[in-house]
C-alpha cells in the first residue's frame, strides 16, 4: 500500500508563493505517475498538474500554467508543487496522487491519494 503525505500549504497573500510536497512511503514511488489535485470549499476535486514518474513529461491546468511547476526528486520519494502568483481563486485543499497509468487530468484514474494539505491565498 502507497502512502502519501502532503505537506507546505499555509496562508499567503495574493502574489506570494508556496512549495507544496507530497512524499511517498515506498520504494516504488518511483514507478508512478503523480498528479497534484484542489477542491475548494463546495466543489468539486479538480486536476491541477501531473508529471510522469520521470519527472521528463508534465501536465498542467490552463488555470496554473506559468504560474505553477511540478517536479519530483525520486531519490527523495517526493513530488513537488512549486506555486507562484497565487490568486485567492487558487485557495482549496491540495492532494497529491499517483496512478500506474500516465499522467491525466482524471480523478478516477489514480489509485493512491495522501490527505491533502490546505492553502488559502489572501487578497
Known amino acids: 500500500q502507497v502512502q502519501l503525505v502532503e505537506s507546505g500549504g499555509g496562508l499567503v497573500q495574493a502574489g506570494g508563493s508556496l512549495r507544496l510536497s507530497c512524499a511517498g512511503s515506498k520504494g516504488t514511488f518511483r514507478l508512478y505517475a503523480t498528479g497534484w489535485f484542489r477542491q475548494a470549499s463546495g466543489k468539486e476535486r479538480e486536476f491541477v498538474a501531473g508529471?510522469?514518474?520521470?519527472?521528463?513529461?508534465?501536465l498542467y491546468a490552463d488555470s496554473v500554467k506559468g504560474r505553477f511547476t511540478i517536479s519530483r526528486d525520486n531519490s527523495k520519494n517526493t513530488v513537488y508543487l512549486q506555486m507562484n502568483s497565487l490568486k485567492p481563486e487558487d485557495t482549496a485543499l491540495y492532494y497529491c496522487?499517483?496512478?500506474?497509468?500516465?499522467?491525466?487530468?482524471?480523478?478516477?484514474?489514480?489509485?493512491?491519494w495522501g490527505q491533502g494539505t490546505q492553502v488559502t491565498v489572501s487578497s
Open positions: 508529471c510522469s514518474w520521470s519527472g521528463t513529461n508534465t
Open positions: 496522487a499517483e496512478t500506474l497509468t500516465s499522467a491525466t487530468e482524471v480523478v478516477s484514474s489514480y489509485n493512491y
